[in-house]
C-alpha cells in the first residue's frame, strides 16, 4: 500500500507594508486538515488578528514552559513577545489574518523597561480583549489592504500607536499581581454561558452565575483576561456574529437572534466592533477564503 501524505498547510502572504519598527500583513491560511504547530519570532513582538471567525477548537500554550498538556482558548487577537515558543492546536479551512511584527524596542522605550514574561502574563496574550488594540488593527488592515498617499508615513504613526497600546498592556499584564483575578471555573462559567446563548447577559446574571458580587465580578475579570468584562462579550458576540454571517445567515436573522431592537441597531454594533458592516465583511472574507489556493 502507498504510504499517505497529509497535505501541508500553505500561507500566501496578499499584501504587505514594510516601516522602521513594523511589518504589517495580510495572509491566507489554507489548512486542509487540523494542524499542530509551533510559532516564534526570535527579535520581534508579533501581533495576530484573525480576519475569518477563528476556530472555536482553536487552543495554545507554551509548552517549553507548561508542559504539553496545558492548553487555552485562543483568541482573534493574540500576541506573541519575542523568543517565546507558542503550540498551536487548530482547524482546518481557509483563514485570513493581519500579522504585525514590531521592534522590542519600540515598546520597551515605552514602558521603561524590558518585560520578563512569566507563565501567568504570558496566558493573558493569548486572547486580547482590548478595544483600542482591535481599533487600530482594524485601522492597519485598511491601510495595507488600500495603501494611499504617504502610506508609510501612516504605517508609522499607527505602529507607534499600536506600540504604545501594546506597551500600556504589557506593563499592566506585568504589575498585575497574579492573585485577585476569578477562578479558573468561574471564567469558564461565564464562556459557556456566551457561547450558549447569542443573547448579551448583564452583569447582574454573570455574578449570579459566578456567585460573587458585581464588583467582584467586573474586578476579578479585568485582573483575569486584561480586559474590562463588557468588552469581552461584545468581542465574543461580534465572534458569534460573524460565524452567523459566514454561513450565511440574513442580517435581519443574526439581529433578532442575538437580541438586537432591530438590524440596524445590529450593523451599528456590528461596524463598531469589526470596522465594516456585516454585508461588507461577509463579501470580504468570502473572497478571502475561496481565492484559489498557490499552486
Given at each position: ?75 482573534d ?17 481557509r ?86 483575578g ?9 464562556d ?26 467586573t ?9 474590562s ?67
Amino acid at each position: 500500500m502507498p504510504h499517505h501524505l497529509a497535505a501541508q498547510p500553505t500561507m500566501t502572504v496578499d499584501c504587505e507594508l514594510i516601516g522602521k519598527a513594523i511589518t504589517a500583513q495580510i495572509v491566507r491560511f489554507d489548512i486542509p486538515e487540523p494542524t499542530a504547530t509551533q510559532h516564534s519570532v526570535e527579535d520581534k513582538y508579533q501581533l495576530n488578528m484573525c480576519l475569518t471567525p477563528r476556530p472555536l477548537n482553536a487552543r495554545a500554550g507554551y509548552r517549553e514552559r507548561w508542559g504539553p498538556h496545558r492548553l487555552e482558548r485562543l483568541g482573534d487577537i493574540f500576541l506573541l513577545p519575542p523568543g517565546e515558543v507558542l503550540f498551536v492546536k487548530g482547524g482546518s479551512g481557509r483563514q485570513a489574518s493581519l500579522i504585525c511584527r514590531l521592534e522590542p524596542e519600540a515598546i520597551h522605550s515605552i514602558i521603561g523597561q524590558e518585560l520578563a514574561w512569566d507563565d501567568q502574563h504570558l496566558a493573558s496574550t493569548l486572547d486580547i480583549g482590548s478595544a483600542r488594540i482591535r481599533a487600530l488593527l482594524f485601522r492597519l488592515t485598511e491601510e495595507v489592504r488600500h495603501a494611499g498617499l504617504a502610506s508609510d508615513r501612516m504605517l508609522e504613526f499607527l505602529g507607534g500607536e499600536l506600540a504604545i497600546e501594546l506597551g500600556r498592556l504589557c506593563l499592566e499584564v506585568a504589575e498585575h499581581p497574579v492573585t485577585g483575578g476569578l477562578a479558573g471555573w468561574r471564567l469558564r462559567l461565564i464562556d459557556e454561558r456566551l457561547a450558549g446563548n447569542p443573547h448579551a447577559p448583564t452583569l447582574q446574571e454573570l455574578a449570579a452565575l459566578c456567585n460573587i458580587s458585581v464588583r467582584q465580578l467586573t474586578r476579578g475579570f479585568r485582573v483575569s483576561r486584561a480586559c474590562s468584562i463588557g468588552d469581552y462579550i461584545e468581542q465574543r458576540r461580534m465572534e458569534a456574529a460573524k460565524r452567523l454571517l459566514m454561513a450565511g445567515e440574513s442580517v435581519k436573522t443574526i439581529a433578532f437572534t442575538m437580541g438586537f431592537a432591530s438590524p440596524s441597531s445590529f450593523t451599528f454594533a456590528f461596524r463598531r466592533a469589526v470596522g465594516s458592516s456585516p454585508r461588507q465583511f461577509r463579501q470580504r472574507q468570502s473572497r478571502a477564503i475561496t481565492a484559489p489556493p498557490p499552486a
